[in-house]
């Protein structure tokens, strides 16, 4: 049973920088893709960032791009999402998703497995 756990979320103001974690369990870790998604109250889900588990190649959404980092640790099956310069407007609550695959892809319907979400709140 596949197990996608977030943990990290909470208060920040903006400008600042906040760590998510999402950790996997039972998968074969190395050949999966993982990604983060956001959605806002209101607003349809978006894209954040995906990596490439087996090495480390990983993509990102227009608006995150030079600011959010993506890594993995494939020893503690756990993916992170460094998250600088935050904005307010960047308050979501911020998936873990997994898919059993080694390509790339930002479409989250293609995504196999999901977490339950970490609120990220920025404040202004």
């Known amino acids: 049973q596949v197990q996608l756990v977030e943990s990290g979320g909470g208060l920040v103001q903006a400008g600042g920088s906040l760590r998510l974690s999402c950790a996997a369990s039972?998968?074969?870790?190395?050949?999966?893709?993982m990604g983060w998604f956001r959605q806002a109250p209101g607003k349809e889900r978006e894209f954040v960032a995906t990596v490439l588990l087996s090495h480390g190649r990983t993509l990102y959404g227009d608006s995150v791009q030079g600011r959010f980092t993506i890594s993995r640790d494939n020893a503690k099956n756990t993916v992170y999402l460094q998250m600088n310069s935050l904005k307010p407007e960047e308050t979501a609550v911020y998936y873990c998703a997994a898919r059993r695959s080694f390509v790339l892809t930002t479409i989250g319907s293609v995504y196999d497995y999901w977490g339950r979400g970490t609120q990220v709140t920025v404040s202004s």
């Open positions: 039972g998968l074969t870790f190395s050949t999966y893709t």
